[in-house]
């Protein structure tokens, strides 16, 4: 058994510590927010928090996980997390998804970004795009998912 702490809670884990991340959290929790995309930690749908920093879960093992707190897309919208609950209204207000699949990885690329940010700092266009770098849109909302970011960010001011 491998002791993970996800969303602030315990859960043991009885999987080889090679196993990812992503097929513990979906396979073996039943959380499954949480996106399978490429495989190759490519897309960016499988985006989870390790200790705040955005992750690809599809190729970090469990065993990377011991002793480090996990953060899925389940916290990050229950609305109990500030910078998240700002991130998923911007989302709605532009209209963001069209698929959807991606944008539980989105949206935990955006929150780990704006988490990252001095208070109160407005990021560039240019900075929100090398921050999202890497989540893929199959639809190509990308100018809504920079228009959303921005809108965020300023609602955390």
Known sequence: MIALTINGRE????????????WALRDTLGMTGTKFGCGAAL???????????????CSTPISEAVGKAITTIEAVTSGTDRVGAAVHAAWVKHDVAQCGYCQSGQ????????????????????????????????????ARIRAAVADASRALV
């Open 107 to 142: 949206i935990m690329s955006a929150t780990a970004f704006l988490k990252s940010l001095p208070r109160g700092k407005q990021p560039s266009p240019a900075e929100i795009d090398e921050a999202m770098t890497g989540n893929i849109c199959r639809c190509g909302t990308y």
């Open 11 to 22: 859960h043991a884990v009885d999987a080889d510590p090679a196993t990812p991340i992503l």
């Open 43 to 57: 897309c960016g749908a499988c985006t989870v928090h390790l200790d705040g920093e955005a992750i690809r879960s």
